[in-house]
């Protein structure tokens, strides 16, 4: 099994910025991508950002160009660094861990979630 602890969620205002962080232990030696989704009351959960082993990275479109994944391999630790946080960004965000071949994933696994406010 894999678990995976999100921490760095909190009260924002908009233009401000916020750096969350996901620690994975376990077995996740088949791992190949790490990921941070959220999800907002009544909406689905989506993806905000991914990055590969390889380090590829993956961003909605609605944060590319505010956002930024990285990842400590080392460490297995996964970060989403939030700048210029708009109230659109209010949202609970889960990390995620996945085994991915092409558009198939064999094993997913998900953090309890962290909560980002960004008042208006």
């Known amino acids: 099994q894999v678990q995976l602890v999100e921490s760095g969620g909190g009260l924002v205002q908009p233009g401000g910025s916020l750096k969350l962080s996901c620690a994975a232990s376990?077995?996740?030696?088949?791992?190949?991508?790490l990921g941070w989704y959220r999800q907002a009351p009544g909406k689905e959960r989506d993806l905000v950002a991914s990055?590969?082993?390889?380090?590829?990275?993956n961003y909605a479109d609605s944060v590319k160009d505010r956002f930024t994944i990285s990842r400590d391999s080392a460490q297995n630790t996964v970060y989403l660094q939030m700048n210029s946080l708009k109230p659109e960004d209010t949202a609970v965000y889960y990390c995620?861990?996945?085994?991915?071949?092409?558009?198939?994933?064999?094993?997913?696994?998900w953090g309890k979630g962290t909560l980002v406010t960004v008042s208006s």
């Open positions: 995620n861990a996945r085994r991915v071949s092409g558009t198939v994933y064999f094993m997913s696994y």
């Open positions: 376990g077995s996740i030696s088949s791992i190949n991508t």
């Open positions: 990055i590969t082993s390889g380090g590829s990275t």
